[in-house]
């Protein structure tokens, strides 16, 4: 089966700039998760949906971010104005709706604000 | 609160060496999973071993062993026998169900080096 597709895999943008980053889970998945890492730090969980609802948003930093998940499939984080902080690791990962899954990740956007 | 302490930042080893990765864990529900991930280079986390709150037998497969102790809190992760191909970054992870909802709690990871 194929697996979680995350895109771009880099972009690099100046402060103030728009940036929307993509996830396609596994097909069949319904719980989808946003993280990202800071170098060295843990990864530090943003957004849980379950199909195409927001489960638990209580990681995402501030309004700056907005996620979306259309028809449940893929989905979208969008950082509105990007800040210098909003640089690191934005992993997508997608499990099957159970609990005690295992997450199956996606090779990560590594965005770089300037 | 729920917590993942991986304490080692990151190891070097020679090929062949054994080698354990720290993981210690906090939460008080009574029911949880722990997770090891493995990043190599490409970036992607892939799964290595899933353990229930019930289950403390110790699993090993290959050239890897995990030891989950209640006790103390901790699920360390043993290579026997590295290889160069075991370099990556580790995760450990803690996952539990709260408020309706499935979280899973990453630690900092380690970074393995093992070296020909």
């Known amino acids: 089966e194929a697996g979680v597709t995350q895109f771009p895999s880099h972009s690099v943008i100046e402060k103030g700039q728009t940036v929307t980053l993509r996830c396609d889970p596994i097909?069949?998945?319904?719980?989808l998760y946003w993280y990202r890492r800071v170098m060295g730090k843990e990864i530090k969980f943003l957004l849980h949906?379950?199909?195409?609802?927001?489960?638990?948003e209580s990681g995402m930093p501030n309004n700056r971010f907005l996620a979306e998940r259309t028809g449940g499939t893929y989905s979208t984080l969008k950082v509105q104005p990007a800040e210098l902080e909003d640089s690191g690791v934005y992993f997508c990962?997608?499990?099957?709706?159970?609990?005690?899954?295992?997450?199956?990740f996606g090779s990560g956007t590594q965005l770089s604000v300037l | 609160a729920q917590k993942v302490t991986q304490a080692q930042t990151e190891i070097s080893v020679v090929e062949k060496e054994d080698v354990t990765l720290d993981c210690v864990y906090e939460?008080?529900?009574?029911?949880?999973?722990l997770f090891w991930y493995k990043q190599p280079p490409s970036g992607e986390l892939v799964f290595l071993i899933r353990?229930?709150?019930?289950?403390?037998q110790n699993e090993i497969s290959g050239r890897y062993s995990w030891n989950f102790q209640k006790s103390t809190s901790s699920f360390n992760f043993t290579i026997t026998a590295s290889q160069v191909v075991d370099s990556a970054v580790y995760f450990c992870?803690?996952?539990?169900?709260?408020?309706?909802?499935?979280?899973?709690?990453f630690g900092t990871g380690t970074r393995l080096k093992v070296l020909a």
């Open positions: 990962a997608s499990s099957r709706p159970r609990y005690g899954e295992k997450l199956f």
């Open positions: 097909s069949g998945h319904d719980n």
């Open positions: 949906f379950v199909k195409e609802s927001k489960q638990d």
């Open positions: 939460t008080r529900d009574t029911t949880y999973y």
């Open positions: 353990r229930n709150s019930f289950d403390e």
């Open positions: 992870a803690l996952s539990v169900f709260n408020s309706g909802t499935y979280k899973y709690i």
